[in-house]
């Protein structure tokens, strides 16, 4: 975002109750903290999900006749905010993140319909866990803290991940 845009009025939709999206959303706040060209101007809960991601991007739409970016906490969530976008022809301009990688997200990217997503790699992560999990049984040690690349898709690299599978 940040690379595209000199100044923001932003969209955060969030799942407070979930740890992954807590940390996702705070890391975006905490990246934008002292930045003013950067605003958010609504933040609210969409529970992760596309079906009430909508609604509440339309009632975002209505109060806030200014927005240039959507930070969705998941992909479903980003999906659910372009559908309001799109149903109030609001869409042109406004950058639309979302965070897993999904296929359909990845399509939306390949179509210019969303922006980027942040996509966790699930074989990657499993492949990591048994691993550790052999090293332990093996009576190794282990770092406390292991880190797995995430994957950041835009236009420019959507076709090297495909729009019919998870990474």
Do not use: C
């Amino acid at each position: 975002m940040m690379s595209k845009l000199d100044s923001a009025k932003i969209v955060v939709l969030e799942h407070p109750t979930a740890k992954s999206a807590i940390d996702r959303t705070q890391g975006f706040i905490d990246t934008i903290a002292g930045m003013d060209q950067y605003e958010i101007v609504a933040q609210q809960s969409s529970e992760g999900q596309l079906e009430q991601a909508m609604p509440v991007m339309e009632n975002i739409i209505q109060a806030n006749p200014e927005i240039d970016v959507v930070m969705a906490l998941n992909d479903p969530t980003a999906m659910g905010a372009l559908a309001a976008l799109l149903s109030a022809k609001r869409e042109e301009g406004v950058l639309i993140y979302g965070v897993d990688g999904a296929p359909e997200a990845k399509q939306m990217i390949r179509d210019g319909k969303m922006t980027a997503t942040a996509a966790q790699s699930p074989i990657t992560i499993g492949k990591t866990a048994a691993e550790v999990a052999y090293t332990l049984l093996e009576g190794g040690e282990v770092d406390k803290e292991i880190f797995v690349d995430v994957i950041f898709i835009d236009e420019n690299n959507v076709d090297e991940y495909g729009t019919t599978a998870w990474q």
